[in-house]
C-alpha cells in the first residue's frame, strides 16, 4: 500500500542506525524483554552447568537406599530418588550431560548444515541437484523416527545417540542456508561485486556469510531447545545414556516406576528441560525481532 | 459551479508512531463537483495518499483523522462510520498504485469484479459474472469472456489494471479515486491507461481524483489541480493556470523537475575512436520446466542480434520499456551474464574470448552503477569497506594508508564528505547512495561506465542532481558511458547517441538530437507519443499513437519484425521477413523498419 | 494437471531413496544376521556350514546393489520379511498396529487445530490485545515442554487425582483423549504461531485495502480475503505436523500402551529385531512420502500461482 510504505520511508529516516556492531546489538537484546528473560533463563542453566561440581550438595552418584523416595527437606532440597540420591545434585549434574550433549549436537550440525548449505547454493547445477535430492528424502522422514533408526541399529548410548541426530537433523540447516544463499546470491550487491571482478571465495565469505548470519543463529538457537527435547525423549525411550549417569530424559525415565509415591521425581527433571527449553525458545525469539524483524 | 460532489473540510490526520505523533495532513480543505476530474500532485510524504484513504475511511487504525466530510449533499459521518463505509465501492470506487499486490492472488479476476455487484446491487451470481465479462469488454480486456475465470497472476500489468479499473467501475459510482494508477507501467501502457480512465469517467459522466507525483500525468487528465506539500494544500488551480503561472514557488520546482537541462552540445562533428563494439550480441534464455527431471521447452530471446559502438568520451543511451531487453544487454557487455553468442570488444581486445585473470583486469576498466542505491550495497559494510573492495581485489593502493588515502578522494569526487566513510549504507539517502555506487564503480579508475537504471528509483530533484555529477565527471575524467534507462526524457537529457530496444533488438539508433526530432521508426514514434507532455494546451491537441495490446515475449522461433504484431504500418512482409538495421535520413541514423519515416495522419488517434 | 502428474511421478525417486535408506540401516546392524537366523531358528548356534548354507538361503552371499534391488522387489510385492521375535511378516505386524498410530495421531493434529487456528487467528485480528500476549506467550511454552512429560502430568491430573480419564489402553474416546491431548499441545503452539504471522502478514497486503474499498463487509473481508490467502501457508505447515505427530507417537504410545507401530518400533530396537526396525523405516516413511504429496497438491487447489514450482519449496 502506498500510504504504508510512505509510513516506512518515514520511520527509516527517522530511525537511527538500527545495528550498531556487537554492543548495539547487547543493548537491543537487553532492551527485548523476550530476549532478556531468555538470555537470563539460559545463563542460569549454563552456570549452573559449568558449576555443578561446586554447587551441587551432594555427590550426584552415591545411594543411600535407606533414604529413598524422600520427600523435600532441608538436606535434600528437592528429595531423593528411588536409591536415595540427592535429586537436586542429578538434577545439576544432568544439566551437563543434558545441555552440553544438545549444544555439541547443535554445533555439529550447524557446522554441517551450513558447509552443505553454502556448498549447494554457491555451486549450483549438479552438486546442487544432488545434495537437493539427499535432502528432499530425509525430510520426506521424521527426524525422530530416522534418529529411532540409526540409534536401533548402532545401539543405545549417548554417543550414538548424539552421531543419529547429528546424522538427521543437519538437513533443516542444510536446506535453509542454500535458501538464504540462494536469496543473498540475487541481491544487487553481490552482482556489483561480481561487476568489480570478485571472485567466489571473496563473494562467498565476505558478502554472503555475513549477510546470511543472523537468521542461521537464530534457527540455531530455536534448533538446540527442539534438539534438548528430542534428546530427552530418545533418553526417556531409554535409547541414551544408561544408569547410573544423571541426565533429565532417564530421569524421568526412572521416575515413572514411583509416579505414585514420589511424584515430585517426575517433576523437577520435566521442569529443568521446560524453562531451558523455554529460556532458548525465549531467546531465538528476541533474537529474531532484533537481527531480522521480517523473518517469520 | 454546481453543487459539489464531495468536499472535504479541515481534514488533519495525525500517527501516533514510537517517536510520537507525525502530522501526514494539516487541515486540508477540497471539493470534487459533479463529473470533474481533479488531480492531486506531491512528492512523496505530502499526505496526498493519506488523503485519498482518509476520504473512503481505509486508514490504519493508528491514523487519528478530523475534519468534515460531504458527499452527494449529504453528511458523510466520519472517517469510520457506517456512512462513510456504505460509500465504499457503491459511490466511491478506488484504484491502487500496484495492479499485482492489489489484487487477491487466489481469487478469480471475474469473482472480485463480481464481488460489488453482488454486495451492493444484490446481483445473483450469473448476473454478476454476466456483468463482470460487459466490464472486462468496455475496459479493453481482450478475449474478456474467458479472462473472468483467469487468475490475476496470469495477466499483465496493463491487463490487471485495466481489470481494476473494471472493479472500480462497476457499480457506477459517481465518484473514482485513482491513487497513482500508472506509476508502476510503461509509458505506452501509461498511455493506454489513461486514455481509458479519462473516457471511461467521462461516458459516465463519473467523477475523477487522480492522485499523483508526475505533474506531467495531470496535463492531460485533470481539470483542476491541488499540489500538496508536507501535508497542506499550497495551490489549487484550473489545468492552464498552474502549467502557464505556477503560483507558488514549490509548484514551480516540481514544474521546473520536469524539464531535465539538456547537455548542450549533441553528436557534434567531434569524431573518435570506439571505445567499445558490440557486434550481433544474442543471448536467449532457456525456458526450463519440471523439478525432479529438468528439460528446456523453448528459449526466449533477451537480446536477438545488437551491434552497437560506444566512441571514446560519450554516452550512448539505451531506451526501452521493461522486458526489452536493454539490462541484459548492460549484463552481457560486462559479462555479468554469459552472451549466447555474438562479440564484444572493448578497448581492441575480445571481452568474450578471455579466461578469467584477463577478464578480472578487464573489469578493473569496465564498471557498472546500478538501479537499486539500496540493494546494491552490502548493508553490512561501511562505506570504506565497500569502497576499498574493488581496490582489493584488484590489487590498486596496497597499504591500509593509501587505500584510505583514495577512498577520501573518491568520496570528494562524488560529492560526499571523507568523514562519510566510517557509516554504514542505511546511514544515506537514496541520492547519496547512488553516490556511492558511482564512487566505488570509479575507484579503479576505468574508461568505460555502464549505468542500468542508476536515477529511476530516485525522486526527481535528486535525479538532476546525479546527472549533473555523471556529465561533470566525464568531463573531467574522459569516461564512456552506456546509459541504460525506460524514460526517454533521461536518456534525452544525457546522450550524444540514442538507441531504442524492442523486444531484444535495436529498432532504431542516432545523434539525440536527431533521433528525438525526426524518428523514423514506428515504435519510437509510439514511445515519444506517449510521454505526457507538461503543457495541458499541447497535451489537448495532441494525437497519441494507438498502439495495439502489449509487448508479448519473443520465443526463438519467432519470425518477422518483432513490432509488428503492435504495428500501425504492418503489412504481410512485416511478418514474413527481419527488417535490418539499415541508414535512413542519414547516414548514421539507422532504422530496423521495411516501411521507416514520418508519422502519417492515419495512424493517430485523437 | 501437468504440476499434478510432474509431483506424483516425483514420488517415485524419493521412494527409492527410503528404500536405500531402510536397506543402509540393515546393512549397518552389527553381528551377522544368518547366525541370529539360524539361531532362532534352532535355538543354538549354527556350525560353519550350516552358517554358510543358511547365508545362500536368505541371500545373503549376494552382493549388495543386487541384495538392495532384491530387498525392493520384495517391497513392492508387499514383503518387508519376517520378525526375529514373533516369527510373523512385519507387513502384517505394521498394518495391524499403523490404525492405532493413525488415530492418534490424526486425533492430535485435530486438537492441534482446533485449538491453534482460531486463537492464533483472532491473535493477529486483536494485534498486541491481552489474548494475543498469551497466544504468544503459551505458544512459546506448548514448543518447550517434553510432550512425554505433558503426558505424566495429564496421567497425575485426569487418571490418578482425579479419576477422570483412563491412564493406558485402547477403548473409546476416553481412551484416545489424554494421547491425543499429551502429544498435540505442543504443536496446537505452533499452529497458533503460524496462523497468527500468517494471518499479520495478509492483514497488511494490498488486496485486503482493495477489498475493503470495494465496500465489502468486514466479515467477507476477514474471511474470505484474509483468511483464505493466510491458510494457504498454514496447510503445508499441518501436512509437516501431521507428519511429525507419526513419528513422535512412539513415545505417548509407549506412555499409555498404546498398540501403534511406534510402540512396535521402540520395542524392536530394544530387541535388535532388525527386520521390524527395517520394514518401519520402509512403512512410516512411504507413509510420510504420500501425507506430503496429499500436502502439495492442497497447496496448489489453495494457491493458483503454484503451477511449476514445488509447493514445498515455494514456502521454504
Keep these: 500500500m502506498a500510504a504504508t510504505s510512505e509510513l516506512a520511508a518515514e520511520a527509516e529516516r527517522l530511525a537511527p542506525a538500527a545495528l550498531a556492531g556487537p554492543a548495539g546489538l547487547g543493548r537491543q537484546l537487553v532492551a527485548d524483554r523476550t530476549a532478556l528473560a531468555g538470555l537470563v533463563i539460559v545463563t542460569v542453566v549454563l552456570v549452573g552447568a559449568l558449576a555443578a561440581p561446586a554447587l551441587a550438595p551432594h555427590d550426584p552418584d552415591v545411594q543411600d537406599v535407606l533414604h529413598r523416595l524422600q520427600p523435600p527437606s532441608a538436606k535434600h532440597l528437592l528429595g531423593t530418588d528411588q536409591l536415595g540420591r540427592d535429586e537436586l545434585s542429578r538434577i545439576l549434574h544432568g544439566a551437563r550431560v543434558s545441555v552440553f550433549t544438545a549444544l555439541a549436537v547443535g554445533l555439529a550440525i550447524l557446522l554441517v ?21 539427499l535432502v528432499d528424502v530425509l525430510l520426506a522422514f521424521p527426524s525422530l523416527l530416522l534418529a529411532l533408526a540409526v540409534v536401533g541399529t548402532l545401539g543405545p548410548g549417548l554417543l550414538h545417540l548424539a552421531l543419529a541426530m547429528t546424522a538427521v537433523w543437519w538437513v533443516d540447516y542444510a536446506r535453509l542456508v542454500r535458501g538464504l544463499v540462494l536469496a543473498v546470491k540475487e541481491r544487487p550487491f553481490v552482482e556489483a561485486t561480481r561487476a568489480q571482478g570478485a571472485g567466489g571465495l571473496r563473494i562467498a565469505a565476505r558478502h554472503v556469510l555475513p549477510n546470511i548470519a543472523s537468521p542461521v543463529i537464530v534457527l540455531a538457537t530455536l534448533q538446540t531447545a527442539r534438539l534438548l527435547l528430542a534428546l530427552a525423549a530418545l533418553s526417556f525411550l531409554g535409547l541414551g545414556v544408561g544408569p547410573p549417569t544423571a541426565e533429565w530424559g532417564s530421569m524421568l525415565n526412572d521416575g515413572k516406576d514411583f509416579l505414585a509415591d514420589a511424584p515430585q521425581l517426575m517433576l523437577w527433571p520435566g521442569l529443568a528441560i521446560t524453562i531451558t527449553a523455554l529460556g532458548l525458545n525465549l531467546l531465538g525469539d528476541g533474537l529474531r525481532d532484533v537481527l531480522d524483524p521480517n523473518l517469520r | 459551479m454546481s453543487a459539489p460532489l464531495l468536499a472535504v473540510e479541515d481534514l488533519t490526520v495525525t500517527f501516533a508512531t514510537a517517536r510520537g505523533p507525525i502530522e501526514a495532513v494539516r487541515g486540508v480543505s477540497f471539493s470534487v463537483a459533479p463529473g470533474e476530474r481533479v488531480g492531486v500532485a506531491g512528492r512523496s510524504g505530502s499526505g496526498k495518499t493519506v488523503s485519498a484513504l482518509s476520504i473512503t475511511g481505509l486508514l490504519a487504525p493508528t491514523a487519528r483523522v478530523s475534519g468534515t466530510m460531504r458527499f452527494a449533499g449529504g453528511d458523510a459521518g466520519g472517517p469510520r462510520s457506517r456512512e462513510r463505509r456504505a460509500l465504499r465501492g457503491r459511490h466511491i470506487g478506488m484504484i491502487f498504485q500496484d495492479p499485482l499486490s492489489s489484487l487477491n492472488p487466489t481469487l478469480t479476476v471475474g469473482a472480485q469484479i463480481a464481488e460489488p455487484l453482488r454486495a451492493h446491487m444484490h446481483l445473483s451470481r450469473a448476473a454478476a459474472r454476466s456483468q463482470a465479462v460487459d466490464l472486462l469488454g468496455q475496459v479493453g480486456l481482450p478475449d474478456a469472456n474467458r479472462n473472468v475465470d483467469e487468475y490475476p497472476h496470469r495477466f499483465s500489468g496493463g491487463m490487471r489494471q485495466r481489470a481494476m479499473i473494471a472493479m472500480a467501475l462497476a457499480c457506477e459510482p459517481t465518484l473514482v479515486i485513482a491513487d497513482e494508477p500508472t506509476t508502476a507501467l510503461d509509458v505506452t501502457i501509461q498511455a493506454q491507461i489513461l486514455e481509458l480512465l479519462v473516457e471511461q469517467c467521462e461516458q459516465r459522466d463519473t467523477a475523477l481524483l487522480l492522485i499523483t507525483h508526475d505533474l506531467g500525468v495531470l496535463a492531460g487528465v485533470a481539470q483542476r489541480i491541488v499540489v500538496m506539500h508536507e501535508g497542506r494544500i499550497v495551490e489549487e488551480a484550473a489545468v492552464d493556470d498552474l502549467f502557464r503561472r505556477p503560483g507558488h514557488p514549490y509548484t514551480a520546482a516540481m514544474l521546473a523537475d520536469l524539464a531535465l537541462p539538456r547537455r548542450t552540445q549533441a553528436d557534434g562533428g567531434r569524431r573518435t575512436p570506439p571505445l567499445l563494439e558490440v557486434t550481433d550480441l544474442t543471448k536467449a534464455f532457456p525456458i526450463v520446466r519440471g523439478e525432479a527431471v529438468r528439460r528446456t521447452v523453448g528459449a526466449v530471446r533477451a537480446l536477438d542480434g545488437v551491434s552497437l559502438t560506444v566512441e571514446e568520451g560519450r554516452t550512448l543511451g539505451i531506451v526501452g520499456e521493461s522486458g526489452c531487453g536493454k539490462s541484459t544487454l548492460a549484463r552481457c557487455i560486462l559479462r555479468l551474464v554469459e552472451p549466447s553468442s555474438g562479440g564484444v570488444s572493448f578497448a581492441g581486445r575480445d571481452v568474450l574470448d578471455c579466461d578469467r585473470r584477463e577478464l578480472r583486469a578487464l573489469r578493473r576498466e569496465m564498471q557498472m552503477v546500478f538501479q537499486d542505491p ?13 569502497l576499498a573492495e574493488p581496490l582489493q581485489i584488484h590489487g590498486v593502493a596496497r597499504s591500509r594508508r593509501a587505500r584510505f588515502k583514495r577512498v577520501a578522494e573518491l568520496l570528494a569526487m562524488v560529492g560526499l564528505e571523507p568523514e562519510h566513510a566510517a557509516r554504514h549504507p542505511r546511514a544515506f539517502s537514496g541520492g547519496q547512495r547512488q553516490r556511492i555506487g558511482i564512487a566505488r564503480a570509479l575507484a579503479t579508475e576505468p574508461a568505460l561506465l555502464v549505468l542500468d537504471e542508476p536515477v529511476s528509483s530516485l525522486d526527481v530533484t535528486t535525479r538532476a542532481q546525479i546527472l549533473a555529477l555523471l556529465e561533470d565527471l566525464q568531463a573531467r575524467l574522459g569516461l564512456s558511458y552506456v546509459f541504460v534507462a525506460h524514460d526517454l526524457s533521461l536518456v534525452r537529457s544525457i546522450s550524444h547517441r540514442v538507441a531504442v530496444m524492442y523486444l531484444g533488438r535495436i529498432v532504431e539508433i542516432a545523434g539525440r538530437d536527431e533521433l528525438f526530432e525526426h524518428p523514423e521508426h514506428p515504435y519510437t514514434q509510439a514511445l515519444l507519443s506517449a510521454v505526457p507532455v507538461p503543457d495541458p494546451v499541447r497535451e489537448r491537441r495532441r494525437r497519441r499513437i494507438a498502439l495495439r495490446g502489449e509487448v508479448q515475449a519473443a520465443t526463438v522461433t519467432a519470425r518477422g519484425c518483432r513490432f509488428a504484431p503492435r504495428c500501425p504500418r504492418a503489412q504481410p512482409r512485416c511478418t514474413a521477413e527481419d527488417p535490418a538495421l539499415l541508414p535512413t535520413r542519414a547516414d548514421d541514423h539507422r532504422a530496423a523498419c521495411f516501411f521507416p519515416g514520418p508519422a502519417a495522419i492515419h495512424e493517430e488517434v485523437a | 494437471m501437468w504440476y499434478v502428474a510432474r509431483r506424483v511421478l516425483y514420488v517415485v525417486p524419493t521412494w527409492l531413496g527410503i528404500t536405500l535408506l531402510a536397506f543402509v540401516v540393515g546393512q549397518f546392524a552389527p553381528g551377522d544376521p544368518a547366525a541370529a537366523y539360524f539361531a532362532r531358528q534352532h535355538g543354538r548356534s549354527p556350525g560353519a556350514a550350516e552358517l554358510a548354507r543358511t547365508r545362500h538361503q536368505l541371500g545373503l552371499d549376494r552382493p549388495a546393489p543386487e541384495r538392495y534391488l532384491r530387498s525392493v522387489a520384495h517391497a513392492v510385492q508387499g514383503d518387508l520379511g519376517t520378525s526375529y521375535t514373533s516369527g510373523r511378516p512385519v507387513l502384517r505386524e505394521l498394518a495391524e498396529r499403523f490404525p492405532s498410530t493413525l488415530e492418534v495421531a490424526s486425533a492430535a493434529t485435530f486438537l492441534a487445530i482446533l485449538l491453534g487456528l482460531p486463537l492464533g487467528v483472532l491473535a493477529a485480528l486483536r494485534r498486541n490485545s491481552v489474548l494475543d500476549q498469551l497466544t504468544r506467550g503459551g505458544s512459546l511454552l506448548a514448543a518447550s515442554v517434553p510432550s512425554f512429560w505433558i503426558a505424566y502430568l495429564l496421567i497425575i491430573l485426569f487418571s490418578v487425582k482425579l479419576h477422570l480419564l483412563p491412564s493406558f489402553g485402547t477403548g473409546g474416546l476416553d481412551h484416545l483423549l489424554l494421547p491425543a491431548l499429551a502429544l498435540g499441545l505442543g504443536e496446537a503452539g505452533l499452529v497458533a504461531r503460524l496462523a497468527r504471522s500468517s494471518m499479520l502478514e495478509v492483514l497488511g497486503e494490498d488486496y485486503i485495502t482493495t477489498a475493503r474499498a470495494k465496500g465489502l463487509s468486514e466479515r467477507r473481508v476477514i474471511g474470505l480475503h484474509a483468511l483464505k490467502n493466510a491458510l494457504v501457508g498454514v496447510v503445508t505447515q499441518v501436512g509437516l505436523i501431521f507428519g511429525f505427530l507419526l513419528a513422535y507417537s512412539a513415545i505417548v ?58 509447493a514445498s519449496a515455494a514456502i521454504a
Excluded: C, H, K
Design chain 1, 113 to 133: 548444515g551450513l558447509v552443505v548449505g553454502m556448498l549447494s547454493g554457491l555451486a549450483g547445477g549438479l552438486v546442487d541437484g544432488l545434495i537437493m535430492r
Design chain 3, 253 to 310: 504410545e509407549v506412555i499409555f500402551i498404546w498398540p501403534g507401530i511406534g510402540r512396535l518400533a521402540v520395542e524392536a530396537i530394544s530387541q535388535r529385531d532388525y527386520p521390524v526396525i527395517q520394514g518401519f523405516v520402509l512403512f512410516a516413511g512411504t507413509v510420510f512420502i504420500f501425507v506430503n504429496l496429499a500436502v502439495d497438491l492442497i497447496y496448489q487447489r489453495l494457491d493458483p500461482r503454484i503451477s511449476l514450482t514445488s
Design chain 2, 374 to 386: 539500496f540493494g546494491s550495497l552490502d548493508p553490512r559494510m561501511t562505506v570504506q569497506q565497500i
